[in-house]
């Protein structure tokens, strides 16, 4: 079972984490949970103790001197990962400077697991000199990693930068890093990625689609982004948020599609084709919707264009080209009959007619296949673990 510990700031943001510890928990992590004196008047010990199913730590336990090893030995020791949410300005100022003068901060000295820190404070705090000095400084330590704030509409009812990011956004980075280790094996990467399905207009309220959400999409963005990537991510219509620090491209038709993956693949060192693009559209757009009766009782289609295909014939012998196959029944054929056709580096094929994979799932399995001859199978397992899989076969060919 992984371990986290959770520190909590002083600030109003605190109420999330309660959503966070009981994530993880219901997850399957250990979850152990530290408040600074200032948090403590924002969220209160037994609820945390109550999620967590253990102890809340303070500072007033820090103290006591009935117990045979200091209290942050055992804590630093016991973690695989610390998260500080929210961190505050005070908070941020004591990790830069290595200070000592709560449990929090001693609990930290005294670990070598990554750290996770999610700040949250006023747009002024978080915009002053000092306090972006610290933060950047904090983020060049390979042992600490960052999830910028966004912008809204804050406590203080300004509205600007500084919010902390979401629970979604926290515990995911939470999973990657204990997966990773902390390990940036993508670090300075230009990672693109495509997802999604993509909708061929008949007329304004019409079109040739399918069921793809987007979810693995999503994970593969979030991976290669815990990882230390820049990552694109060019996807069709989504119901979910966009992650901070990635950089998203919407669009609407595979045409829409070639024409941003062709823009951004110059920059690229790893393409993945995770969208599931249609394959015709209709070749008569109405720019007003059709009467019923109006309807062909059979619709002329025409091809789309073949994207992946196209970046293959055009990167750079540098670059890496992932593609993905959805496929029933036998699902390794097909695959390396498209690996082979469209002269991929690699393949994903995943089955979307087994229970909990495929569209719109929030798990998934694969068999992932490259030009080399080599496979492996990825068994059921949730779409980021999924994603991680991917990178942890695919990064350490990025340097052959």
Partial sequence: MRRVI?????????????????????????????????????????????????????????WQSDRSRPLHI?????????????????????????????LLANTVLASRCP????????????????????????????????????????ACDRVGAGRMAEPWEIIAYVQSLLHTAGQKDLAGKQVLISAGGTREYLDPVRFIGNPSTGKMGLALAQAALHRGANVTLVH???????????????????????????RCLSNADVIIMSAAVADVKPRDYSPEKLAKKALPEALPLEPVPDIVAELAQIKQ?????????????DIVKPALEKLHRKNLDAIVANPVDEPGSGFGSDTNQAVFLDKQGQRFEIPPCSKLEMAHHIFDFLTPKLTD
């Fill in 6 to 62: 959770v520190g909590v700031g002083g600030g109003i943001a605190a109420y999330k984490i309660c959503e966070v510890v009981s994530a993880l928990f219901k997850s399957g992590v250990e979850v152990k949970v530290i408040l600074t004196n200032s948090a403590q008047k924002f969220i209160t010990p037994l609820t945390l103790a109550t999620l967590s199913r253990h102890p809340a730590y303070t500072d007033e336990m820090f």
């Fill in 74 to 102: 055992d804590l630093g020791e016991w973690a695989d990962l610390i998260l500080i949410a929210p961190v505050t300005a005070n908070t941020l100022a004591k990790l830069a400077y290595g200070l000592a003068d709560n």
């Fill in 115 to 154: 750290v996770l820190l999610a700040p949250a404070m006023n747009t002024d705090m978080w915009e002053q000199a000092v306090v972006q000095r610290n933060w950047h400084q904090l983020l060049t330590d390979p042992r600490y990693h960052g999830i910028g704030t966004a912008s809204g509409l804050l």
């Fill in 236 to 262: 069709g219509l989504a119901t979910w948020e966009i992650p901070l620090g990635i950089t998203a491209i919407p669009v609407v038709s595979a045409s829409e599609m070639r024409s941003h993956m062709v």
């Fill in 317 to 329: 012998s540098h670059q890496r080209l992932i593609g993905f196959a959805a496929q029933t029944g």
